[in-house]
């Protein structure tokens, strides 16, 4: 419960409007269920070239600051 599917996902990202989009941050992955490798190998097949940073966030220890700039 409360975790999307790697396919759902990865439809909902593609349906994003990806114009000044600067990170995709796949989050709350599912320890028993799934893997942060297969998670980026799905995001990244459903988006081909759309985004160039797609980051996975460890469930223990999250992800280091990324720094955001205005479009």
Known sequence: YGHLSNEVSSRLAQ???HQGLQW???????RKNNTPDHALTELNRA????????????????LDWISLGCP
């Open 15 to 17: 349906r994003l409007d």
């Open 47 to 62: 988006l081909g070239n759309g985004v160039d940073r797609i980051l996975i966030a460890a469930q223990d220890t999250g």
């Open 24 to 30: 995709i941050v796949a989050a709350h992955i599912s």
